[in-house]
């Protein structure tokens, strides 16, 4: 079955650094999204992209974040100066646009440490 | 503002019996909810949708109701088994929007 991958599973760094998520989507799917969760909290919703461009940003996604369409097959979040509060799981999806509000497929996600 | 609410954290039930999990909505009229499985450290994996205009789904030991009067979603598991152990998320749309996700409910399947 495909599968959203994401690199890398561990990041650890300090506080004022750049760090770049990778995510590879599912090949034939156009919707792409990052979702973050605080440990013992919800999965948020962080931005969603289409068509080469953000569709839609929570409040969440402030100038620090930053997400790019590399190539053909790579999808990137750039924080550019972490904080603590950045310390979160970061899950990258991707969907089917043609089965409609199906096919959500997640990636086991970036353990993100900022110390 | 728009609000899933998962209100129970956590349910233990004993192996065989049937799992109900409650979500609920408000400022909020969803066209799809849909139900995941998250286990510890992974994604969500998706498990059933349904829509507004739709009473009920299943699938194998799962099925999912949909109730726009009391705004309100009920996820089933019968012959629940330990395997089933795990957080379940409730998620909605209106579509075209990104999902908005509920706390979760973390079950827990006794032998």
């Known amino acids: 079955e495909p599968e959203v991958t994401q690199t890398p599973s561990h990041q650890v760094t300090q506080m004022g650094q750049e760090v770049i998520l990778r995510c590879v989507p599912i090949s034939n799917h156009l919707y792409f999204y990052w979702y973050r969760q605080i440990l013992g909290q919800k999965v948020e919703f962080l931005v969603s992209?289409?068509?080469?461009?953000?569709?839609?940003k929570s409040e969440i996604f402030d100038d620090q974040f930053s997400v790019e369409r590399p190539d053909g097959s790579n999808f990137t979040l750039k924080i550019r100066s972490t904080k603590l509060e950045d310390s979160a799981m970061y899950f990258c999806?991707?969907?089917?646009?043609?089965?409609?509000?199906?096919?959500?497929?997640f990636g086991s996600g970036t353990r993100l440490t900022v110390v | 503002s728009q609000k899933i609410e998962q209100n129970s954290e956590a349910l233990n039930i004993q192996e065989g019996k049937t799992a109900t999990l409650t979500c609920n909505y408000t400022?909020?009229?969803?066209?799809?909810l849909q139900w995941y499985r998250q286990d510890p450290g992974r994604g969500p994996v998706f498990l059933l949708l349904?829509?507004?205009?739709?009473k009920e789904k299943r699938k194998e030991r799962l099925k999912v109701t949909f109730d726009t009067t009391l705004k309100q979603s009920l996820f089933h598991i019968t012959a629940s088994q330990p395997a089933d152990s795990a957080t379940y998320l409730c998620a909605a749309t209106m579509g075209n929007t990104p999902l908005v996700f509920g706390k979760g409910t973390r079950l827990s399947v006794i032998a």
């Open positions: 400022n909020y009229s969803p066209a799809y």
């Open positions: 349904i829509r507004e205009n739709e």
């Open positions: 992209f289409y068509n080469n461009e953000i569709s839609e």
């Open positions: 999806a991707s969907r089917d646009a043609n089965r409609g509000p199906y096919g959500y497929t």
